[in-house]
């Protein structure tokens, strides 16, 4: 597509954990045009949410909700309901960072044409780009279980503060999936509520730990990676099969794939360029290599 290469910019600000990270082959990569974009919770670390993972991870012990005891214990519900509603205020407030403004420029830019993000804070779309595909859903909506209406966390969000109104607690930690960590003392007070137009449960748009991805959700990636020249993974270890079958699949097809995270991944071997880097200072060092006048404006809101 013609854009212009600034050399220079291959090496600048960059550091992984060997030193000065090279994204050469990346840009390289990517300057062809065809990307299809398949992100993890690594991304969102700079927003200030952490992963399960990855760096922010390693010390943390909180295990996600199982679907299951979701639905059948209403402890359960109650203690992530209450864990949710305090949750729901940090990952509202966060930001894109400069990782999820390269991937939209580098979108705007022709260069990537579909992303499809394991992530579930919608920083992607919040940062500009278009036409999102979310694996695991969005923490943003709320799903009734018997009615199957959908509606704004916000509110949700409404309702939950007009039926604890004097419900506070010491947050010490925020977990990728949009809840906090809680004693249970915390917790007994909290009141959860139905859906306004059934009673029935509700439950985030998003998917649950031992619950299945809608089959439409998961053709529709496949579609989105077969048609791709290049796969390039950001921020995921590719822990689960979930993500990791959309580079098994690119890989069957020929189909390059790159990968950028700190630590290793389950894709590695897959990989024809691995760079082990923080995400944002990377993938801004990208754009301003392949177009240095779009570079400048990603670090402002």
Not at 175 to 201: I, Q, T
Request: net charge neutral; proline share 7%; charged share 20%.
């Amino acid at each position: 597509m013609g854009f212009v290469t600034d050399p220079s910019a291959r090496m600048v600000g960059v550091t992984g954990l060997s030193g000065l990270v090279d994204v050469g082959p990346l840009v390289d990569l990517v300057r062809c045009g065809g990307v299809v974009v398949l992100s993890g919770a690594g991304l969102s670390t700079e927003s200030g949410i952490p992963d399960y993972r990855g760096p922010t991870g390693r010390a943390r012990r909180a295990t996600p909700m199982p679907y299951d005891v979701f639905l059948r214990d209403p402890a359960a519900r109650q203690r992530y309901w209450a864990r949710s509603f305090l949750g729901w205020r940090l990952m509202a407030s966060a930001v894109p960072n400069d990782g999820h403004r390269a991937v939209a420029t580098l979108q705007s830019l022709g260069l990537v044409d579909g992303i499809v993000t394991q992530n579930v804070d919608g920083l992607h779309q919040a940062a500009g780009a278009r036409d999102v595909i979310e694996l695991h859903g969005g923490l943003d909506r709320v799903i009734c279980l018997h009615c199957g209406q959908r509606t704004a966390r916000t509110e949700l969000d409404a309702r939950l503060r007009q039926a604890n109104p004097t419900f506070a607690a010491l947050v010490t930690r925020v977990n990728p999936d949009g809840d906090v960590e809680l004693p249970d003392e915390a917790v007994a007070s909290f009141r959860p509520v139905d859906c306004a137009d059934c009673g029935g449960l509700l439950k985030p748009d998003v998917v649950f730990f031992g619950e299945t991805v809608p089959r439409e959700r998961v053709q529709a990636c496949f579609a989105l990676v077969e048609s791709a020249r290049a796969l390039l993974v950001l921020g995921s270890s590719l822990s689960v099969m979930s993500g990791r079958r959309f580079v098994v699949r690119a890989t069957n097809l020929g189909i390059p794939v790159a990968i950028v995270n700190q630590g290793p991944t389950r894709g590695d071997a897959c990989a024809s360029v691995r760079l082990d880097a923080p995400l944002g200072p990377t993938l801004r060092a990208v754009v301003a290599a392949l177009a240095p006048a779009e570079a400048s404006p990603l670090s402002v809101l």
